[in-house]
């Protein structure tokens, strides 16, 4: 499935709206970004419910005391948020709390298929692969994905990568075994525009409005 990762109203309700992204996940850097907070969380649900998709906010905290606090607060606005908590001890020990409990999670900042294993321990539904800023820091976040595949199984979250740069990467995440993807508004219009596409659509309209005029002069 394909996910939006913004916080940009306007983008998202003209994206959701071809019904072809199935929500939205966020967190403080793309909040941040969009100049919105924790605070505007409520109307990002909303408006990600109202075209019937799943929404993911992030727990913030520095140790398990807080992501709990923030967990409970995401979960006051909806009980079916997705929680995305971090690859650490404390995240993960929250998870876990929060998967038995009955709630979703997805297990987030994800840089080594070992974190794959944690992350099913603690019952996640999603776990997501930082898959561009995997590569910056010199690994490949594309052989991540990868390898995360191959470990995949019975009982594992699906793997949501994230951090996605472009079109390409969208691409060869999904060849490298991606259960889903998570990109930027930018990233997800560059889906519906190819050079050769526009080039074979501006053809197909030139072609049927000459055939309407001919068989309207025949007609006359």
Not at 191 to 214: N, Q, W
């Amino acid at each position: 499935m394909l996910y939006l990762d913004s916080a940009d109203t306007a983008e998202l309700a003209d994206l959701l709206g071809t019904g072809l992204f199935a929500g939205v996940t966020t967190n403080p850097t793309i909040l941040d970004r969009a100049g919105r907070s924790v605070a505007d969380l409520p109307e990002l649900y909303a408006l990600t419910r109202e075209h019937g998709g799943t929404f993911f906010a992030q727990a913030t905290g520095a140790d398990a005391d807080e992501l709990r606090s923030a967990s409970d607060a995401i979960l006051e606005i909806s009980g079916d948020i997705v929680v995305k908590l971090p690859a650490t001890q404390p995240g993960l020990t929250v998870a876990a709390e929060l998967t038995a409990a009955g709630t979703r999670v997805l297990v987030t900042a994800v840089y080594h298929p070992s974190q794959q294993l944690l992350a099913a321990a603690a019952g996640a539904q999603f776990i997501a692969p930082y898959v561009g800023r995997s590569t910056d820091a010199g690994f490949d976040g594309i052989e991540l994905v990868r390898e995360m595949a191959a470990l995949s199984g019975p009982g594992f979250p699906r793997i949501l990568a994230a951090s996605l740069r472009g079109v390409e990467a969208v691409s060869h995440v999904a060849q490298a075994g991606a259960h889903d993807l998570t990109m930027s508004t930018a990233v997800a219009r560059t889906l519906f525009s190819h050079e050769l596409t526009g080039r074979a659509v501006a053809e197909f309209e030139d072609i049927a409005a000459s055939s309407l005029a001919r068989h309207e002069a025949a007609s006359s």
